[in-house]
């Protein structure tokens, strides 16, 4: 593991590609006879652009960072493939292939630099935070997440345990980043969720399940039907998945629907029991969840604040979650361990307790 730490760092740190739009459209004719118009799609990491032939049909186009290693964009790719062969009805991207059937291709930028570009098809729906929040469709978040984990569980890969900053189960790497915060009533908060985590998470995460996921199931990253916001019509963006605790993937989901409510906890225990109905949590699991769910936000505004120092030009899509992670932090240093924990799974506990009445 460790020597693929650099990679991390090096992904979040090496500016995106950026092809004219005429050099991507020259690339996509040539790989894949495919002709169109080319719509720039926002990334972290990424370029990617949005095809559309004349006929309606759309493809997102990704040219991957120079940094991201070719085993890397093989392991999202052989994930996709493999949900479409266990779990067709999952709404996941399909890979397309090139004209000589390969599944990503190599292309030299201009500069010298080689990278890696594929293919997928595009997914028709509403980004989930363009909708009105309810219960029904934060448990329809969860009951989805918790079948693609269902679909993840026996995929393996040797890439899969590739390291990567976003990775709750892996917060105490960003330590260094504390700097970054000038604010010291700030870091001091952000220093006390580190202190929780490395008391109470750390020492439980070796007796957990792993396994691949997705690892950034937010409202930008699911769609809904424009005509019925409680159906989940897409799961998009593969680019931070990896091999790790299962209870991470939970606690980096739930931790977006803190906001849209009065309480703070009740969208998230809304997602939490319909994910625990579908694939139930282990008490291990449901101890570390309200702990991961503060390290999500912990490392959101570590990166964060890091990143929009190196990458001026790209700060507002960098810094896009940030404030909504202060606040989620501030209202969680207000509250011991245990509160968080049962204010969390109060769905979970119901569920369990109607189940003993049946």
Known sequence: MAENRPIAAAAL?????SLAPDEVGALVS???GIHGSIKSLVGERDQNCCIETAD?????FKISNPSEPVPV??????????IARVAPELPVPRVVRTLGGRTHDTVTLADGVRTTV???TYLDGVQIRETPRTAAQRRAMGTVLAKLNLALRDFTHPSSTHDLLWNVSAAPRLTSKFDAIVDAPRRALAESFMTRFNEHVLPRLASVRSQVI??????YNVLAAPDDHERIVGIIDFGDMLHAPLVGEVATAAAFHMTGCADPFEGPAQFVGAYHA?????EMEQEIVADLMATRHLITVLISEWRAKRYPENRAYIMRHNPAAWEALSLMADLSRDQSRDRLLTEVRK?????KHH
């Open 118 to 120: 594929r293919m997928l």
């Open 30 to 32: 040539r790989l894949y």
């Open 351 to 355: 569920g369990q307790a109607n189940e």
């Open 13 to 17: 740190s090496t500016a995106v590609p």
């Open 214 to 219: 997705h690892n950034d199931y937010h409202l």
């Open 73 to 82: 964009v093989d392991f999202q790719i052989a994930a996709l493939e493999h």
């Open 278 to 282: 579908t694939l139930p949590l282990s």
């Open 56 to 60: 309606g049909r759309r493809y997102v």
